[in-house]
């Protein structure tokens, strides 16, 4: 298949050189102060470009491959990340927090290395059973083996990336990482620039970046580190019966980050999963802030709630401040991306995923604030130890999301999946307001009501007023910084508090 947009090559390359080289210069000059500070920022920063170069590539193959093809690679990786997810019992936690806190825990990057290859290789097999005898049923199912071929060479990496993480080794595996997706890239540029750009393309430059990866890790690890492949099978045992308390909610956050996607290729046609995944997949990508904030705040939250019992006055204003704020900021972000989404997505894929996914884009980015407030309130409830509550609250989100789908994808297909996972979303943030409360901390409802009210109702004005986009995106910035001049007139906001506290 032919892309129209070959002739563009270049400005992937443009974007990547140029994101590259801020990336590093932010890291050289801006940060060169705190040592701990340092580490946390280049894992991010790395990360982050990591992620940069993925969306790109995503970027590719959605212009490039027509929605069936593009659908059926969306159904097969999420199937295949799926998976590996499921298969890997809740260990990778564990490892991380035992070689963290001891050398003589070494052994477990180990056992779980023996771990993630028998069990992918277990998985391959019954897969290529099925493969043998649906494979002639639909390209989905002829292709799907091969994709969690290339999932499960990522998945074998894992305890390599964990053990040098686990030390605060970050440098050399974002390297190997972003080498292998800049690799995946600049194939995928290439490929499309001179050659014929098919799901088989798509597989050999994702299986040929992930076995590089695997490759250069398995290299610098038994050339530089203290590692020792040799495992006891008696405390490979004492691992699996730590990470089951784990295994529990890994399964059900599993179910509900990707069962839409699944359930959308079994029950609908791959151009409607193609719609939902680009839609997701951008929705994943305005919650990038998440990640920075966590950061931030999930050790002064632990220092601050690191005796149980009732909070002082100022400790809960100081919650709902933070609260308020990211709920303001999150709002505005899902009001300016769906000003500009139209118009700008339709203009970047040629309109074929533009204002035919509007609507479902709208749904899950309805998501985003209260993404925000779930992110913050999941950091309070772990802060406090109530891990009960987190299991819980997880569990019954993921029980809700997968029968929502099940009733409304056949319905209204990507639509329905977008509006289930937006009434499962309202149900967890319900459940975390709910048990934070029983728990003396209890956090103001009204802002994020209020603030996400108001982006909806100047979306719905400039959907009828019909006012140029750039325009749109003037008035909203006005509107939310009057929202938060007003705030802070009125004493909501006491800056000088909040900073004393991001200093902590």
Known sequence: MLCPYRGKWLLFAVLAKFYVGLALYLQQYILATSKLFRKFFSAGVQAFAVQFLGILFFYITSICLSKNDFGIIS????????????????????VVRRIAASRSSYWAAAAYLLHSLVFSLLSLAVLGILYYFMGGASLRMAVLPWFFLVQALVFIGTPLKQFLNAQERFTPYAIIAFCSNLLKLIAGIVWVRFFDFSIHSVLWILGVGAFAELAALLLYITRTAAFSFRVRMSAYRKLLREALPQYIAVMFDTSLARIDWILIGILCDNIATANYSFSYRAFEVA??????????????????????????????????????IEVLLASFMMLALNIVWSPWVDALTHNKYGAGSAVTFLLLSLCIPLQFAINLMWMLCFSLRKYKAVAQSTMITALVNLIANLILIPLWKETGAAVAFLLATIIQTSLYLFYLKKYSVPLSVMPIVAFILVALLLLMAFRFAGIPWIWQLVISLAVFLTCFWVQKTRHIYDLKALQVFLRQ
């Open 287 to 324: 919650k990038l802030p998440i990640v920075i904030i966590g950061t931030i705040l999930l050790p002064r939250f632990s220092r601050l709630l690191q005796k149980e019992g009732s909070l002082e006055t100022a400790q809960k204003i100081t919650i709902n401040q933070v609260l308020q």
């Open 75 to 94: 159904w097969a990786n999420a199937v295949s990340v799926t998976i590996t997810t499921l298969l890997s019992f809740g260990l990778e936690q564990v």
